[in-house]
């Protein structure tokens, strides 16, 4: 098995064997999930702030995803250098585009291109949608502060019921930053009017693997 069949697999693997699910907030009335199925509620909490929910068939999913990063305009993305399967998630994406790879220190250093940061997450919170991604062991955030779209990858594995859950692994060692990141940036600080993308991504994409 190569490297991007066995992608294709881990990606296919949460729907167990459905299409592809992209979905914005949920629509008014629609069906909540069961308390303990922390992924289905997840995914509800995630959507219902504005965030964008994808997992397999790999080849839909991938598709789907090149799909709004094209809305979306962005012609470029970047992942930590430490962080293999942000690397491979990118990479396989790139035909989808066509879309070309840079790196966190060019974006850093000021793109005029359009960008997606790809990044593997330390958990998903069930309770309250969110995605918590730290420094820990040197990890950089910078693809959910400085990209145009940020994509998080969600291993089903590190999806909790509550926040306690997901910041007791790092209470021995805490790291110097954690990100809490539910949906795109939002601000409604200015006469109370709700701007999306106003200091962050515009788009929050999940991408559930197995």
């Given at each position: 098995m190569n490297e991007r069949e066995s992608l294709f697999?881990?990606?296919s693997a949460p729907s167990g064997g459905h299409g592809a699910e992209a979905a914005g907030p949920l629509p008014e009335g629609a069906p909540t999930a069961a308390p303990g199925?922390?992924?289905a509620r997840f995914?509800?909490?995630f959507t219902a702030a504005g965030g964008f929910l994808l997992r397999g068939p790999a080849e839909a999913a991938l598709s789907d995803l090149g799909e709004m990063l094209r809305a979306e305009g962005v012609t470029s993305l970047f992942f930590p250098d430490?962080?293999?399967v942000g690397r491979e998630v990118a990479e396989a994406l790139v035909p989808f585009g066509p879309f070309t790879l840079t790196t966190a220190a060019q974006v850093r250093?000021?793109?005029a291109e359009v960008t997606a940061g790809f990044r593997t997450?330390?958990?998903g919170i069930a309770e309250t949608g969110t995605i918590v991604e730290t420094s820990a062991g040197g990890k950089t955030l910078l693809p959910g502060l400085l990209a145009d779209v940020h994509v998080s990858i969600v291993p089903i594995s590190r999806v909790v019921a509550r926040m306690e859950e997901a910041l007791s692994p790092l209470a021995s060692d805490?790291?110097?930053?954690?990100?809490?990141?539910s949906g795109p940036s939002k601000t409604a600080d200015i006469?109370?009017?709700l701007t999306v993308g106003a200091h962050g991504p515009k788009k929050a994409i999940a991408l559930l693997l197995a």
């Open positions: 697999r881990r990606l199925d922390v992924v995914a509800e909490t430490d962080d293999p250093g000021g793109s997450a330390e958990a805490m790291p110097r930053n954690i990100s809490f990141l006469e109370q009017t």
